[in-house]
């Protein structure tokens, strides 16, 4: 799951509203219809910023030109079928093989609070993962909140980052005070949309997008924050869910301070393994033959940087032991940049950022303004209702402190990359509301990742014990990248053809 957002962030948010468009769907004769419509049209540049290459273009516009796009009207409140509406924006990439087609698969993107409007185009055009397009309908949507579909928006102005260098409690104080500010703030603008912002809902409106399409069952796919929605959705509509395989899964609980918790243990573990990887090659490094000589030198590293900040001229603010742990904390398809990097830092004395320093940091740091045109691809306040509704944490300053510290004692390496995070909620003035989980005996695979720290493994098999199925564990660190590989991918395919898979596979391999 996506799960950081710096408080200093939304400290200054300024709320603006997106007012929902009438609902398009109609229920006549307690008939739910789709209302279909033209599908966006969009300039290269705008195709190229979704991270689609020069060479794939001509295949995006070939596959856009079979989308099928469309809104179906449904509820706010499902409570209140008959009260206010609003439209979840959907899309459908009919099967190629129409004698041979087995349902339709829906795609559950990530966040919570990104896009998946445009996941049947993305989807095929991974050659790994396109043959599911062959008998299946592949499925797209906006949850409610997102993008195409109805939107309420907490803009988030410039409050400027955290002042470089170890956080101090004084500092620490007015973050958490500023947070709980904002979260008053927007969580009382629109009570009556952001309660409504629940995994359930989202569940719910996409059993009404199934009766829309005229189908009888979903088959799922649901990648990070997906799995949640896919975990809900079986749970509250058991026979009308068919095969589900959910990638780097969610824990069957909500809070934040033990997720916080939990994926600081992975990432520095993790970091062991890149330690050991980076030892075994000190000749190109120089950051120790051992990997415990690694350890002791990333950590002499974010206690230096904290120390003493090191301001460059062509990075927008100064390097400091966050910085350098989020060097640390990097997945293994990163290590060689990461490592080259931490590298440079050791010997740094310039007033320009090293060069490898300022390609992996220098993007964290910026903020992109999105093209004209181009389709909302995550939504920030969506990502924070959810969570907020649906966390049971919620701590006060002095415990979230207390738990911040620890982390970064207990994680000197990785630590100090996840800031003053794990009390996103304190001040959420909405209720609690926990997602439905139940125990099935339906089709479903618990994709976990075994070195991963977004979705630890070890949740994988507590929802395991939670809800049933069976885990299928890929050997890596790297989020959701069960469609992108291309063992892996083959049984994800072979799963929705036959129901049949096995037990795991490789994943993305460590770099040589």
Request: glycine share 10%; charged share 20%; proline share 6%.
């Amino acid at each position: 799951m996506t799960m950081n957002m710096g408080l200093a962030g939304l400290a200054g948010a300024v709320l603006a509203l997106s007012l929902p468009a009438p609902a398009t769907a109609a229920v006549q004769a307690g008939v739910l219809s789709v209302q279909w419509k033209s599908c966006p049209d969009y300039s290269d540049e705008v195709i190229r910023s979704l991270r689609v290459t020069q060479e794939q273009v001509p295949a995006f516009r070939t596959l856009m030109k079979r989308l099928e796009c469309g809104t179906v009207g449904v509820p706010l409140n499902h409570r209140d079928p008959g009260g206010r509406k609003i439209d979840i924006a959907v899309t459908r990439l009919a099967a190629t093989d129409k004698t041979h087609r087995l349902g339709a698969l829906a795609i559950l993107p990530g966040g919570p609070g990104q896009s998946g409007y445009l996941d049947p185009v993305r989807t095929v055009l991974n050659k790994e993962a396109a043959a599911l397009n062959e008998r299946y309908d592949i499925i797209g949507f906006d949850p409610r909140g997102v993008g195409y579909s109805t939107k309420v928006d907490c803009p988030l102005s410039p409050g400027g980052p955290q002042e470089p260098g170890a956080l101090t409690k004084e500092a620490a104080r007015k973050m958490y005070d500023a947070q709980v500010a904002a979260n008053q703030k927007c969580g009382r603008f629109d009570r009556a949309f952001l309660g409504q912002l629940t995994t359930d809902n989202a569940a719910k409106d996409l059993d009404l997008v199934r009766t829309a399409l005229g189908e009888r069952e979903l088959n799922l796919l649901g990648l990070s924050w997906g799995s949640s929605l896919g975990m809900v959705y079986r749970s509250l509509f058991p026979v009308r869910t068919g095969r589900a395989f959910l990638d780097s899964v969610a824990p069957p609980w909500t809070n934040l301070m033990k997720h916080t918790k939990g994926s600081a243990q992975a990432a520095e573990r993790n970091f062991g393994r890149m330690a050991t990887w980076l030892s075994h090659r000190d000749d190109t490094y120089g950051l120790g033959a051992t990997a415990r000589q690694v350890r002791e030198q990333v950590a002499k590293l974010v206690r230096d940087y904290d120390k003493s900040p090191k301001t460059y001229t062509d990075l927008p603010r100064p390097i400091d032991g966050s910085a350098v742990a989020d060097l640390a904390k990097r997945i293994s398809t990163e290590w060689a940049r990461a490592g080259k990097a931490l590298a440079e830092l050791r010997t740094a004395t310039g007033t320009t950022a090293p060069p490898t320093v300022k390609e992996m940091l220098s993007g964290g740091q910026m903020m992109g303004t999105p093209l004209p045109g181009a389709p909302e691809m995550l939504n920030m306040t969506m990502n924070w209702a959810v969570k907020c509704n649906e966390d049971s944490s919620r701590p006060d300053f002095g415990t979230a402190w207390r738990a911040y510290q620890q982390l970064v004692k207990r994680h000197p390496a990785t630590g100090r990359s996840g800031g003053f995070g794990g009390a996103l909620c304190q001040g959420w003035p909405l209720p609690v509301q926990r997602p439905t989980l139940k125990r099935g005996s339906g089709s479903l695979v618990l994709a976990g990742h075994l070195y991963e720290f977004m979705s630890v493994y070890d949740w994988t098999l507590q929802t395991r014990r939670a809800i049933g199925g069976s885990v299928y564990t890929i050997a890596d660190d790297v989020h959701v990248s069960a469609t992108r590989v291309p063992e892996c991918a083959a049984d994800v395919v072979e799963y929705f053809e036959t129901g049949r898979i096995d037990t795991g596979c490789k994943g993305s391999g460590t770099p040589n």
